[in-house]
C-alpha cells in the first residue's frame, strides 16, 4: 500500500513539477548564468565577463531613472489602490438592491487584458480625437481639453498611476470584502451601545479585523507595481523622454532593441532582488501588526 501511493503521489506531482521545472526554474538558473555573459540573444557564442554587466548598470544613467520611476509609481499605485479600494468595499458592504451591481462594475476593470485596457485609454487620451478632448470641449473647458496627458514629461508617469489603478482596484476591493464579511456584526452593535462613532468603529474593529487582507493586497499591489511592464510600454513606451521609464521597460529596451541581453537580465536580477526585500519587508511588518492587533 504504501508503494502504491508513493507511486500515486509521484503520477499527480511528476507533471506539474516537470512543467515547472522546464518553463520556470531552468530559466531563471540559466538567467543567473547569461547575467555573467556577454550574450546578445542571438549569436550562439558569447563570452564570460564575470560581474561587469553589474557594475555597469550601477553606472548606468537609464537604470537610476527607471528605479526612481518604479519607486514612485509603486507606491502612488500601492497607496492610492488600496485606499479607494478599501473604501468602496466598506461602502459596497451592504445589502442594497444595486450593491451587486456596482460591484460587478468595479471588478470588471480586473479581468480585462492589460493590453485591452492599455490600448482603451490611448483612445481616451488622444490629444485629437480622444474622449477626454471631445469631452472638454463640450462643456467648454478648452485648456483642460488641450492637455497631453500621455505626450507630457510632468504627466505621463501619474497618467499611467491612474490607468493601473482603474484597472487593478476592483481585485483589491473584493479581498478587502471577503475580510469585511469575516467581521461579526454583533462587535458594531456593541460599539454602538458603547457610543462608539462610525470612525471609532471603523479604527478599533473594521481595520485591526481585516489585517490579513490588508497583507495580501499591501504585498501583491508591491510586486505587480515593480513588475509593470505591459500598460506602460503601450500607454508611453517610457516617454517622453524616459519620464515614465520603469525598470520593466529598461529592460526590455536594453535587451530586445540594443541586443544586450546578458546585461538585461542582470537588470531583472536586480529587480527581483529589489521586490524580495520590499515584499518580505512588508510581509514581516504587516504580519506583526497582526499579532500586535
Known amino acids: 500500500m504504501k508503494r502504491r501511493r508513493l507511486v500515486n503521489l509521484f503520477l499527480f506531482l511528476f507533471p506539474a513539477t516537470a512543467l515547472y521545472t522546464l518553463f520556470v526554474m ?30 555597469d548598470i550601477l553606472q548606468d544613467k537609464l537604470f537610476y531613472k527607471a528605479l526612481q520611476n518604479s519607486l514612485i509609481f509603486s ?76 505626450g507630457s514629461t510632468s504627466t ?7 490607468v493601473s489603478v482603474w484597472q487593478t482596484m476592483g481585485y483589491a476591493m473584493v479581498i478587502y470584502l471577503a475580510g469585511l464579511q469575516t467581521i ?3 462587535l458594531y452593535d456593541a460599539g454602538q451601545m458603547d457610543g462608539a462613532s462610525k470612525w471609532k468603529q471603523f479604527v478599533h474593529i473594521t481595520f485591526p479585523l481585516i489585517a490579513p487582507a490588508i497583507t495580501i493586497n ?40 540594443t541586443n544586450q541581453f546578458g546585461y538585461g537580465i542582470a537588470m531583472s536580477l536586480i529587480l527581483f532582488f529589489i521586490i524580495a526585500v520590499f515584499a518580505l519587508g512588508q510581509l514581516w511588518y504587516l504580519k506583526r501588526r497582526e499579532v500586535d492587533y
Open 26 to 55: 531552468y530559466p531563471s538558473l540559466s538567467g543567473l548564468y547569461y547575467a555573467l555573459t556577454d550574450w546578445d540573444g542571438i549569436s550562439p557564442s558569447y563570452r564570460m565577463i564575470g560581474m561587469d554587466n553589474f557594475k
Open 75 to 150: 507606491i502612488a499605485v500601492v497607496v492610492l489602490k488600496n485606499v479607494l479600494a478599501l473604501f468602496f468595499a466598506i461602502m459596497l458592504d451592504r445589502k442594497l438592491r444595486l450593491t451587486g451591481f456596482f460591484r460587478s462594475v468595479f471588478f470588471l476593470p480586473a479581468i480585462l487584458s492589460s493590453i485591452i485596457v492599455a490600448y482603451l485609454w490611448v483612445t481616451i487620451f488622444n490629444p485629437v480625437f480622444g474622449f477626454w478632448q471631445v469631452f472638454f470641449e463640450a462643456i467648454g473647458w478648452d485648456r483642460i481639453a488641450q492637455w497631453d496627458l500621455l
Open 156 to 162: 505621463a508617469l501619474f497618467t499611467v498611476v491612474f
Open 184 to 186: 461579526p456584526a454583533e
Open 218 to 257: 499591501m504585498i501583491l499591489s508591491t510586486i505587480n507595481a515593480f513588475k509593470e511592464f505591459d500598460l506602460v510600454y503601450i500607454l508611453t513606451g517610457g516617454g517622453p523622454f524616459d519620464s515614465s521609464q520603469v525598470i520593466g521597460t529598461a529592460i526590455y529596451k536594453v535587451a530586445f532593441e
